[in-house]
């Protein structure tokens, strides 16, 4: 089953609302001399596509047909926890983590860390607890219920966050 096929039809109208974060990301890789990049859980490609527009080789990585099907040619099916690909500068994982529980959080994590380079870049990017009307929004057009957050162990903080 696909939690994404209703999101994925409205999901580019949130552009507006998650551009200047996109931008951010792309400053950080630029200042960390970033090459290679995967997104992972791509969603609609977004992120991917900004970046190889700036001059980076990305790829993007999601588990929904759905929010593929409006991605670009360098976004594949692929499991966030069992991912083909490796060596990588730099993995990204863009306002996903948060919607898995822990047990998927760590292999994720884990399976972000093997595919990128020795020393290589790892990038967090999602809100805390207290969600925004918005963050809201997206989880009730998804289709999402949570009645439990919990959160990851301090080696999934990033060095870098847009709400600091």
């Known amino acids: 089953m696909d939690d994404y096929k209703h999101l994925s039809k409205i999901y580019n109208l949130l552009e507006p609302f998650l551009s200047k974060i996109r931008k951010q990301v792309l400053k950080l890789l630029k200042q960390e001399n970033v090459e290679t990049v995967i997104d992972i859980c791509c969603g609609t490609g977004t992120l991917v596509q900004l970046l190889n527009k700036n001059g980076f080789d990305a790829i993007g990585i999601d588990s929904s047909k759905s929010m593929l099907s409006?991605?670009?040619?360098?976004?594949?099916?692929?499991?966030?926890?069992?991912?083909?690909?490796?060596?990588?500068?730099?993995?990204?994982?863009f306002l996903a983590l948060h919607e898995k529980d822990f047990e998927t959080q760590s292999k994720i994590i884990s399976e972000m860390k093997?595919?990128?380079?020795?020393?290589?870049?790892?990038?967090?990017?999602?809100?805390?607890?207290?969600?925004?009307?918005?963050?809201?929004?997206?989880?009730?057009?998804?289709?999402?219920?949570?009645?439990?957050?919990r959160r990851v162990g301090k080696e999934c903080r990033s060095r870098w966050s847009p709400y600091h």
Not at 78 to 93: G, H, L, T
Not at 116 to 138: C, E, P, Q, T, W
């Open 70 to 93: 409006k991605a670009g040619s360098k976004c594949f099916l692929c499991d966030a926890w069992n991912i083909p690909y490796k060596n990588f500068d730099c993995a990204v994982i």
């Open 114 to 149: 093997r595919i990128v380079k020795k020393d290589g870049l790892l990038v967090f990017v999602d809100y805390n607890a207290r969600k925004s009307f918005i963050i809201n929004l997206i989880e009730r057009i998804a289709g999402k219920e949570r009645s439990e957050e």
